[in-house]
């Protein structure tokens, strides 16, 4: 009697942990804090990405000159009927959506032929390190940004 009491004791206290599920994502590299290495002096540009769901992802990116705000966008990655889009705004601005059209467990592809500037995004993560290549028929930019730790 003693043992099956002990037992059913047992069952009743584990079942009561108060664990989260650990959100997954196929985005998840993005999580945490960026800093660019690669700008011209005076400048600092940051991204923020944090996760929302196991089917949302949100991430703000900033520039900074001195103390002032240079700019500024919000950007969420969403998936919508088992499907994956990029929306990216700044201030003041209606929402570009972009269509991820390729992914794997470092990098992804979104794509708006649409858009004036950027046509294609592109993000990938290797060891440590976040590149995002921003596109369209004659412009390539790339923004290499080193982890940071808060």
Known sequence: MKVSL????????????????KTVTPFNFLLGDW????????????EHWKSISNFELRGHGYTLVGNDTAFSE???????????????????????????????KSSFVAENPENEFPKKIKYSYFDDVLTAKISSDSTNISFIFWRIQN
């Not at 009743?12 to 942990?17: A, N, T, V």
């Open 6 to 21: 002990l037992f059913i004791l047992s069952v009743i206290l584990l079942s009561c942990k108060n664990e989260q599920p």
């Open 35 to 46: 800093e660019r290495t690669n700008q011209p002096d005076g400048r600092v540009t940051k």
């Open 74 to 104: 919000r950007m969420t990655l969403r998936r919508k009927d088992n499907e994956w889009s990029l929306s990216i705004s700044g201030p003041n601005e209606t929402p570009t959506d972009f269509e991820i059209t390729k992914m794997d």
